[in-house]
């Protein structure tokens, strides 16, 4: 007897694969001046710190399904709706 593993996806329309996650990481920018208002005026490209990755958790709903672009907080269990065929 096999066991089926569980499927997470799209609380909306149960796409399993293909999403976009809110996240917040730290990043060096060089600023080579500022403007007349004080705003900053950047010299080259930012080094981002990827090791600094979190979830965003000023975002309410984090998560974007790449398939129907609705926003949800955590995935869903997706039920199986086509059976597997067997060897």
Not at 25 to 31: E, F, I, R
Not at 55 to 82: M, W
């Amino acid at each position: 007897m096999s066991r089926k593993s569980k499927k997470y996806g799209c609380p909306h329309c149960e796409n399993t694969e293909g999403f976009t996650e809110a996240n917040v990481l730290n990043a060096d920018a060089s600023v080579l001046n500022f403007d007349r208002e004080g705003e900053p005026n950047y010299a080259g490209e930012s080094e981002i710190d990827w090791n600094s990755q979190t979830l965003d958790q000023n975002t309410a709903e984090p998560y974007r399904c790449d398939a129907c672009g609705k926003s949800f907080v955590k995935p869903s269990i997706v039920p199986h709706t086509r059976r597997e065929k067997s060897a």
